[in-house]
């Protein structure tokens, strides 16, 4: 978070309440009954450019993948031909009457003067995915540029609020990614789980959310096992990736997948584990096939 803005503890005190704690230990006691769940397989297509989707297809049903995600309606046809799923939709954008890519990440939520464009573009997406039978999707908060992250909080909500009611009709989850501010996203404003935490409390409907990206919140925060355990209620998805450099997730890198896997699956999480790592070596079809097997946990 922005250092210059409010300390985050007295923050998140103000912020979450007796409701947020009440909240967590139900869903805690409800994952203790429940028991672990099994993660199933997806990945991120945007890490293969270079191979077509209709291969891609074909590689994922050959490595036990159930999910291509941050795909876009043309591709929906595609995914449903080899019986896959689409965990996470890319997101909408609409150009503004500065040239501003609106729904990008630098540009999301927290400004006001974002809201119309981004319920204009997101509600036919919302429509279009619904009908696919693709219920999560994705979105950002937009960079600082100087707003104080408490400010920022009050107008992701205002914006957040304007589309809960079709989201709740639909059935679709809009899904906040959380992303680190360090090293690839500079100024972005959803960078700790903390704020994300506050305006899932604020939003206040199941079907706004987050994903949890454990790459990013190496980086940013760490302590990734005992922050799934703390605040798993708020995350509808995870993703990938080796740190550092966002590489393969084996042992060249500092985190234990195994060991994060199992505690997602002690959750009670029965969702998608989205691969998003960039592979590095040169055949990036076997470099997946391994990230599989290492997030394979029994």
């Known amino acids: 978070m922005n250092p210059s803005s409010f300390p985050r503890r007295q923050f998140l005190n103000r912020t979450l309440g007796v409701a947020a704690v009440v909240a967590l230990l139900k869903d805690q006691a ?27 297809c074909q590689a994922a049903k050959e490595i036990g993948l159930e999910s291509i995600e941050l795909l876009d309606p043309p591709d929906f046809e595609t995914l449903k031909k080899y019986g896959l799923h689409c965990a996470m939709v890319s997101f909408p954008t609409a150009m503004s009457a500065d040239n501003k890519k609106i729904g990008s990440i630098p540009h999301g939520f927290n400004r006001l003067e974002h809201h119309d464009l981004l319920v204009q573009a997101y509600e036919p997406l919302m429509k279009t995915s619904a ?3 693709f219920k999560q999707i994705i979105c950002f908060s937009g960079n600082r540029d100087g707003m104080s992250d408490e400010q920022g909080l009050e107008n992701c909500t205002i914006g957040l609020k304007r589309l809960m009611p079709l989201c709740e009709k639909l059935g679709v989850t809009l899904v906040m990614e959380l992303l680190n501010s360090k090293v690839n996203h500079p100024d972005y404003m959803c960078d700790h789980s903390d704020w994300g935490v506050a305006l899932c409390e604020k939003v206040g409907s199941p079907h706004f959310k987050l994903l949890y990206d454990i790459y990013h919140m190496q980086i940013m925060e760490g302590d990734v096992i005992a922050t799934i355990r703390k605040q798993h209620a708020y995350f509808a998805h995870y993703h990938t990736g080796g740190v550092p450099g966002r590489a393969e997730i084996d042992d060249t890198q500092e985190l234990n997948y195994p060991a994060i896997v199992k505690a997602i699956q002690d959750t009670g999480y029965t969702g998608y584990l989205g691969q998003e790592f960039i592979p590095k070596k040169e055949d990036k079809l076997a470099s997946l096939k391994q990230a599989v097997g290492i997030c394979s946990v029994d």
Request: proline residues 3%; aromatic residues 10%; glycine residues 14%.
């Open 30 to 56: 409800w994952a203790a009954e429940a028991g672990a769940g099994k993660v199933k397989h997806s990945v991120c297509k945007w890490c293969y450019k270079g191979i077509p989707l209709e291969t891609m």
């Open 131 to 133: 009908e696919a039978g």
